[in-house]
């Protein structure tokens, strides 16, 4: 057996680690996998994950702060990684009942859990609250939700504000979450005081999350949050900590020139009303208007310079007007940092693998590669997975090289697993395996659905990185 990234010129090659490669040269074994928990399987390996967190940890270390890391729980759904998580001394961001009750069962409590749903039933407050799990709120309901649940209770709730709103660069940023940063005074100053809920509640933080990837509306956010509790300080309000929630970029390629020529390429195709480069002419966001090239790449931008570490070090560097820079801004006021990335601490830490079950060409002349798995079980908010796939081969590859697109089960003209065409040194065998890497991240769980009754996928975990065997691999109870 032997194995071929696709597109193997002018290509998205992703950047893979040792564990991958490894794995890569192991066909005998994926296939085994797949025999015995069916098509497609996720791995997950577990050692890229601590060492995700010891990266960002080493950063804040050196910078001299106090902080605390929450891994966005609701980025991948394996109880694997929220084991190791906290194994690991961090926390978890928790956004549903069911994720906060788990957490919690699995060692969670008030120093290493924060809940941040979007909707917050009275059943996720009262549980937060019984745990003294902080609570980050988003609207006046909620807050009168918490009051009235701490009072049935006897116990006061943890709580910190999600702020939105912020101006950054003469624009005010629009979010459908939190209360705006232009009014929070008056309603904890005025609303809040009037309420008299002191019995029910310390505000503790202040909290957001940025849609996007800007370090600087990152950097700006935070500096506006000191602000603003410098401000409640003086009125005896004292925050503890500042929360800057996720979008911490990942970078997923190799190589610019790649990322770069590629959307050159797109582009010029959609220009030219000739492109072969998606599957049915798919723009992945571009449009050729009368002739005019209009709208922009929809999808994630997985080429990414500043990443991880170094997104985070500019945010804690910004600036604000006295020169003070955020993280000296943090250390003076003595509020502690909090974060919590889902995407970037998945980073090298998932695969999925399907297996092949068909070959067709359809009536363009098309080579469609069918695959035992579906559209759900590797999509994102983008309009593509803009990385380069791996084909195990079972027999040599021999040639010719072929031009395929790999499709997947859900009756749906649009389940084609990758818009993107790619090249294959031949075309694959029934049975052959194709892998995508750095799937852990969204790409697996989030929008994955039951439709025609099909199973999820298995989610295996491994804490080992090479010679693995079928015994190495541990199934997820979810
Ligand atoms: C989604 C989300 C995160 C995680 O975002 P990533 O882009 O995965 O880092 C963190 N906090 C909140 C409130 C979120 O909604």
Redo the contacts with the bound molecule.
Sequence with gaps: MEYSKGNIESGLTPITSPWMDNLFNQGALLTDLLEKYGSPINIHQLQSFSTNISIFREALDNLDLSYQIYY?R??NKCTSLVKRAFHDKIGV?T?SFKELRQCIKLGGNSENVVL?SAIKTSDQIELAIEHQIPIILDNWDEILLTIKTARKLGKKANIGLRISGFSVAGEKLYSRFGFDIDSIRDLIFKDLKELEAEDAFDINGLHF?LDGYSTSQRGKALSDSLELAEDLSQQDIHIKFIDI????TMNYLKDEDEWNSFQHKLKDAVLQNNNTETFNNNGLGFENIDGVLKGKLNTYPFFNKVNGVTFLEEVLHFKNEANLSNASRLKSQNIQFRM?????LLNQVGMTVAKVVHRKRDAKGQWLVGLDMNMSQMMSSSADFLLDPFVIFKEEASGPEVDVFFTGAYCLERDVLLKRKITLPNLPAIDDIVIFVNTA??MMHFFETEAHLFDLSTNLSTSKDSSLNLVDFEEDAM
Aim: net charge neutral; glycine share 28%; charged share 20%.
């Design positions: 966005a609701k980025a961001d956004a941040t999350h929630g996720g979008g911490i919590e990335p889902g995407r970037s991240g969204y």
